[in-house]
């Protein structure tokens, strides 16, 4: 494997974990479509992604997970359980795409650059979420959740065809979310800081 095929398949392993963090199946779906189609080589020992068993389960997978989403107050509550899995799925998934290295070398790469992307957009989804539970009660969950499913699809679809506009739409979504949360730590701020007003 070349360096450029390497960092190629970094990238498509990037663009999958983002997706990750807001479906954890459909890229892993994404992923065993691609590759029983002959669309994406796996790394050696994650061949099994690609077999028509997993595929079925990350299809039925897929639909359960879609499903609970639309469920009112579930969907806050699953996020206390796809966080952590989001990131083991993220990892998981850049380690089947980066192959021609030491298993170190692989999983540690995996796991900051796929799993940390994977939990960056976890958290914004469960940001967004909680922000919208808080002042719609709750009501505008379910046009987030289909926004979230979209973005899933596109950025597999994405991360398999054009995998370095994957990335950089990635890298796009981490300088918004530092600004968004910088914003509202500032605004925390002012208010926790701001003097009493006298009558």
Known sequence: MT?????????????????????????????????MTG??????????????????????????????YYIPWIDNALDSVTTPAAVVAGTIVTAAM???????????LAAIAGGGAAALVQ???VFVRGASSGTTGGLA????????????TMMTL????????AAILVV?????????????LRKRRGHTTSPPVMT
Do not use: K
């Open 98 to 108: 980066v192959g021609d290295m030491s298993p170190y070398l692989r999983w540690s």
């Open 3 to 35: 360096e450029s095929e390497a960092m190629l398949g970094l990238f498509v392993g990037i663009g999958l974990s983002a997706a990750c963090g807001f479906r954890i199946f459909v890229p892993l779906l994404g992923m065993g479509i691609a590759s």
């Open 39 to 68: 669309h994406l080589e796996l790394a050696p020992g994650f061949e099994w992604i690609g077999s028509p068993l997993a595929v079925t389960t990350f299809a039925a997978a897929t639909i359960l997970e879609v499903a609970a």
């Open 141 to 152: 969950n379910p046009l987030i959740s289909t926004g979230e499913f979209a973005a899933s």
């Open 172 to 184: 796009l979504f981490a300088v918004w979310m530092v600004r968004l949360i910088v914003r509202v």
């Open 123 to 125: 958290g914004g989804t």
């Open 158 to 165: 994405l991360a398999i065809l054009v995998p370095v506009i």
